[in-house]
């Protein structure tokens, strides 16, 4: 459908309502005078920073956009409807492989592909009526941004929190790049779905596992305010265990081996001690050991890369090892422990050794039995049980004894529980110099580096002398060089270091020559602070003006997908975190309120190119307009649920539309007219929503308060045809409500209303009445009388009844009269003014 543009308000077209003439005409209007941009320093009103996870420029919208960027602009316009001085910027998270890839497909520069579809998404958000600040757009793939990404990378770097190692990492073998821990998924890279395998390389690292244990315990401030899901699933990611460092010698080699434990109680139990194949340590011990041995853990070592960590550590698989032909000696009791190298132990897991307790732990036990080694018990469970402990001898049952009792075969710990012979293990221990108290995280730190060209440079130098050094600043940014002849095609290295012009550079400390890191950073870097720098997009002396940061941030309500409930969500905390720690922000949580939305999926599943079932949100709008598309979406169900398409009703939502802005043209109450004259129980419905509509929008209750707008919109249209009529001021009074209210929803339409009304614009600004208190008390109200738990009448009676009148009615109502059939009351339960329950003899 073409659209119009008209410049006064108009009467609904014959249909009775033309959107997509609306729609044109606000939009204009919105553009030119720029209505939702934050107000300045000056603006004494109270702030909010409302902020949506900004979109990845990956084509057109599509209608998981439609719905999070609808609850992002209601909640952004209720509070402008509450007189506070909103935030609402936009933004695009634009580096990342989608670009790179279609960039290599094309033979193009993902410059080209990346802004195309920005501008391609830009035009999608006007249309669809969403209230953004357009004065502070941002884009990460620009300079002026990723200049502070580097900045930032060097700021950690010197606080020690940047660093590089070599270590077996994720490696896609399709995206040919590196992958954080949380970037693999089943064992496949989450971008691709490619079979992802292990592969040594020397990569760049932030030090998130210093702040494990604050990134944990305050996750409590965030109760009530971040869904609880989210929560469990950071505190599950970072997963502290306490327990114990051991220190085991090996035989024939000085330094000692450190393995951490949460059961040190059980270490007299310790028959064997397992490394992780892909350890530094099992390639030590290894190289040491005969040729057949070497032989054999090399195949085993080669069979180890193929496999995800997800399948290692699956508990239905046959264990698999090498043994070692070296021995730990156990530090409590000095018995020599063979060592086995086992793929179910990982290099990144507490120290990447394990002192294996067969009887007590399930996979130790497994492989004790799979390899025919020592299983030695040494905690009773049997308690008060009918079994002995013969009876559930391991070795005999297969099943490990897991649960808590009484120290055996434990030399002074005999007789302990569990707690007890916790402490008396590690004082032992500490006596003997052989151990301490220890925390371990399973978080690991940050990977950041990537072997990709679209993405921010890592600022670092590589100098002749094997010295690492930062770029000055006064360098920054580090842009990315000119595509034109480099290959970017993956090939195991980054193509950046293909770029000679570019990777050729000079020593700053010695003017020698030397080389740039070639390697780009995780766009998780980008995301992690992106928030702070809408507080001042421009600015290029600082990446955010802490006065700024003081005045608007934490961000006060955060919406997007619970797909980044760990790996956005954390990086952004840790960062947030270190940048309080530098003194430029007075908070250490980023986001104050977190609003999780469901998915809009088809037929009971997800939408994708590749099953043939996208709705695709341009013909959507199209067809239908934004304002239908933003109530049926609003309407279809609770925030936090999916909603399939198939039951989201467009033509109910255009039809309530055309309702409401015919309600305004039929208005012929003066402006100003006293309401008070008018009808009473229509004033008492528009005074109830505006006392409701409040809590509905802040516990997200979106399509309750569409059902109530719906609600009003029909008493008011019943009005005008019987009561009244049109002249009514109290129909008046309703339809300004609904036009308010409306406006979070669907605001052109709202803004027709208003205008039709004879206000100006914008109705967005306009702040909600007050709610007359006493339209809200209610003169009557209906009570079940429950007899038996059945309900048999129903009473109309005085609003404010007292408890014990309430239950005179009750007993002599002619239907509980009937119901009760000469039986006699036993006992009686009322709740004025709703309820009575009698209970029978």
Same mark, same amino acid.
């Given at each position: 459908m073409s659209q119009t543009t008209s410049t006064d308000a108009a009467a609904p077209a014959e249909s009775g309502f033309d959107p997509h003439a609306i729609q044109a005409k606000w939009q204009q209007r919105w553009e030119a005078q720029d209505p939702f941009r934050a107000g300045g320093d000056d603006d004494p009103r109270p702030r909010k920073y409302v902020l949506a996870m900004f979109p990845y420029p990956s084509g057109d919208l599509h209608m998981g956009h439609a719905e999070n960027y609808l609850y992002s602009d209601i909640v952004a316009r209720y509070w402008r409807h509450r007189d506070h001085n909103v935030l609402n910027p936009i933004g695009w998270d634009s580096f990342g492989l989608p670009a790179e890839n279609a960039a290599i497909k094309r033979g193009a520069d993902p410059r080209e592909w990346t802004y195309a579809n920005i501008a391609q998404q830009k035009a999608g958000f006007r249309q669809y009526g969403v209230s953004f600040d357009w004065s502070r757009v941002l884009h990460t793939s620009d300079p002026e941004y990723y200049r502070w990404n580097q900045w930032l990378f060097q700021r950690l770097y010197e606080r020690g929190l940047a660093y590089r190692k070599s270590s077996a990492v994720n490696w896609c073998p399709n995206d040919q790049t590196v992958l954080a821990n949380e970037q693999v998924v089943d064992g496949r890279c989450e971008r691709c779905g490619a079979e992802v395998v292990k592969k040594k390389l020397t990569q760049w690292y932030f030090r998130i596992t210093d702040y494990a244990d604050r990134l944990l315990d305050d996750l409590d401030t965030l109760e009530g305010h971040w869904p609880s899901r989210v929560l469990q699933m950071q505190r599950n990611w970072i997963g502290r265990s306490v327990g114990a460092d051991i220190d085991f010698q090996i035989e024939g080699r000085d330094e000692k081996v450190t393995v951490f434990s949460t059961r040190p109680d059980t270490l007299y139990g310790a028959t064997f001690f397992v490394v992780a194949p892909d350890s530094d340590l099992a390639a030590e011990l290894a190289a040491e050991a005969p040729a057949d041995v070497r032989m054999r853990f090399q195949a085993y070592l080669d069979d180890v890369a193929k496999q995800t960590e997800i399948q290692r550590q699956s508990t239905d698989r046959p264990k698999t090892g090498v043994f070692l032909g070296r021995y730990a000696i156990n530090p409590v009791n000095d018995e020599r422990l063979p060592i086995w190298a086992a793929d179910y132990v990982l290099a990144d897991y507490g120290h990447g050794a394990v002192m294996a307790v067969p009887a007590h732990d399930q996979r130790d036990l497994d492989f004790a039995r799979a390899f025919d080694l020592p299983v030695k018990v040494v905690v009773d469970t049997t308690g008060d049980g009918e079994q002995t402990l013969d009876e559930l001898d391991p070795v005999v049952t297969g099943v490990a004894l897991v649960g808590e009792g009484r120290m055996i075969a434990s030399g002074p710990l005999d007789g302990l529980g569990k707690k007890d012979a916790i402490a008396g293990m590690i004082a032992e221990l500490e006596k003997r110099q052989g151990g301490r108290a220890a925390t371990t995280f399973r978080l690991r730190d940050w990977l950041i580096?990537?072997?990709?060209?679209?993405?921010?440079?890592?600022?670092?130098?590589?100098? &002749? #002398? !094997?010295?690492? %050094?930062?770029? $000055? &600043? #006064? !360098?920054?940014? %580090?842009?990315? $060089?000119?595509?034109?002849?480099?290959?970017?095609? $993956?090939?195991?290295?980054?193509?950046?270091?293909?770029?000679?012009?570019?990777?050729?550079?000079?020593?700053?400390?010695?003017?020698?020559?030397?080389?740039?890191?070639?390697?780009?950073?995780?766009?998780?870097?980008?995301?992690?602070?992106?928030?702070?720098?809408?507080?001042?997009p421009t600015s290029d002396t600082a990446a955010f003006p802490p006065a700024q940061a003081a005045r608007w941030a934490p961000v006060d309500f955060y919406i997007g997908g619970v797909e980044h409930a760990i790996l956005h969500l954390l990086y952004a905390r840790f960062i947030t975190k270190v940048l309080h720690d530098m003194g430029l922000v007075d908070f250490d949580e980023p986001f104050s309120s977190l609003i999780n939305q469901g998915m809009v999926i088809l037929d009971g599943a997800a939408m994708s190119k590749s099953k043939g079932n996208l709705v695709l949100f341009q013909e959507e709008l199209d067809a239908h307009g934004a304002d239908t598309l933003r109530v049926a979406l609003a309407f279809a169900g609770p925030v936090e649920d999916d909603k399939d398409w198939n039951d989201v009703s467009t033509t109910g939502a255009t039809k309530f539309l055309a309702r409401a802005l015919r309600m305004a043209h039929d208005v012929t109450a003066a402006a100003g007219a006293s309401a008070a004259d008018g009808d009473g129980a229509l004033r008492r419905l528009t005074h109830r929503l505006l006392a409701d509509a409040p809590g509905l929008v802040?516990?997200?209750?979106?399509?309750?308060?569409?059902?109530?707008?719906?609600?009003?919109v029909n008493a008011t249209r019943k009005t005008i045809d019987t009561g009244a009529g049109p002249a009514d001021p109290a129909v008046r009074e309703a339809a300004e409500v609904v036009a308010q209210v409306l406006d979070v929803v669907a605001p052109h339409t709202a803004e027709e209303m208003w205008e039709v009304l004879g206000?100006?614009?914008?109705?967005?600004?306009?702040?909600?009445?007050?709610?007359?208190?006493?339209?809200?008390?209610?003169?009557?109200?209906?009570?079940?009388?429950?007899?038996?738990?059945?309900?048999?009448?129903?009473?109309?009676?005085?609003?404010?009844?007292?408890?014990?009148?309430?239950?005179?009615?009750?007993?002599?109502?002619?239907?509980?009269?009937?119901?009760?059939?000469?039986?006699?009351?036993?006992?009686?339960?009322?709740?004025?003014?709703?309820?009575v329950s009698f209970s029978t003899k």
């Open positions: 580096s990537r072997q990709r060209f679209w993405g921010t440079p890592i600022p670092m130098v590589h100098t &002749e #002398d !094997q010295r690492i %050094v930062p770029v $000055p &600043e #006064d !360098q920054l940014p %580090v842009t990315l $060089p000119d595509v034109t002849g480099l290959d970017l095609k $993956p090939k195991g290295a980054s193509p950046l270091g293909a770029a000679t012009d570019w990777v050729t550079t000079t020593d700053p400390d010695t003017g020698a020559p030397a080389r740039r890191d070639p390697d780009t950073m995780d766009t998780f870097v980008d995301s992690s602070w992106y928030f702070l720098r809408f507080l001042s802040e516990q997200t209750k979106f399509n309750v308060l569409v059902a109530r707008l719906m609600e009003l206000h100006e614009p914008f109705v967005g600004l306009a702040v909600w009445p007050q709610a007359d208190p006493a339209l809200l008390v209610e003169a009557s109200a209906t009570a079940i009388v429950q007899i038996d738990g059945k309900v048999r009448a129903t009473l109309e009676v005085p609003a404010d009844i007292a408890g014990d009148a309430l239950e005179a009615l009750a007993r002599d109502d002619a239907r509980v009269q009937r119901s009760l059939a000469g039986r006699d009351i036993h006992r009686a339960v009322v709740r004025a003014p709703k309820v």
